[in-house]
């Protein structure tokens, strides 16, 4: 199984500033078959990204993931009030995994 | 738009088991799509529980193998899961979602429905 081991476990960050959020595998993540969810209280996750670096459907250019192999990383830039929210990310090369999560707070 | 939209009940007990259904609307289950099964107890994570193929062909999390099974019914566009030996340990919140595939080869979920609570207790 691929363990995903995401860090920071709470970012505080203000409106404005950047997020950078990491995913790192337990082993190498094939075809870079990585994706990213948001997940507001009391909502379903919604797809940011997928095959690491490509952005779903409507997501703003201020989603941007990045990496390979097992080091990936999901930056926001200029956080908007609607941002803050709990990021996962996801593998499914081998199976399915999710990361445990990332929560983006106002700081 | 691709909706989905799960139902069952909210209120199993210890030891029996849970069936949810899901109604895709929007699409079609034939359309060559996965779908999915994935659960998040109360202020955790997600977990993935298994998905289906419009053929029957399954897939299933290691860990819930042995008590889960997916079905997909074709006729009225949905697809169910039946999870046996219910515990307090399975009170989640589930989701039901579309995993987005190539060339049969199940890829990332694009679409979920909004959840339903099921809660485990006597």
Not at chain 1, 14 to 24: I, K
Not at chain 1, 46 to 55: G, K, T
Not at chain 2, 14 to 40: A, M
Not at chain 2, 87 to 115: E, H, K
Request: net charge positive; proline share 5%.
């Amino acid at each position: 199984e691929i363990v995903l081991t995401q860090s920071p476990g709470t970012l505080s960050l203000s409106p404005g500033e950047r997020a950078t959020l990491s995913c790192r595998a337990s082993q190498s993540v094939g075809s870079n078959y990585l994706a990213w969810y948001q997940q507001k209280p009391g909502q379903a996750p919604r797809l940011l990204i997928y095959a690491a670096s490509s952005r779903a459907t409507g997501i703003p250019d201020r989603f941007r993931g990045s990496g390979s192999g097992t080091d990936f990383t999901l930056t926001i830039n200029r956080l908007e009030p609607e941002d803050f929210a709990m990021y996962y990310c996801q593998q499914y090369d081998k199976s399915r995994t999710f990361g445990q999560g990332t929560k983006v707070e106002i700081k | 738009q691709v909706l989905l939209q799960e139902s069952g009940p909210g209120l199993v007990k210890p030891s029996e088991t849970l069936s949810l259904t899901c109604v895709v609307s929007g699409d079609s289950i034939r359309n060559g799509h996965w779908w999915s099964w994935v659960r998040q107890p109360p202020g955790k994570g997600l977990e993935w529980i298994g998905e289906i193929y419009h053929s029957g062909t399954t897939n299933y999390n290691p860990s819930l193998k042995s008590r889960v099974a997916i079905s997909v019914d074709r006729s009225t566009n949905q697809f169910s899961l039946k999870m046996i030996s219910m515990t307090a340990a399975d009170t989640a919140i589930y989701y039901c979602a579309r995993v987005y595939s190539m060339v049969v080869a199940p890829l990332n979920f694009d679409f979920w429905g909004q959840g339903t609570l099921v809660t485990v207790s006597s």
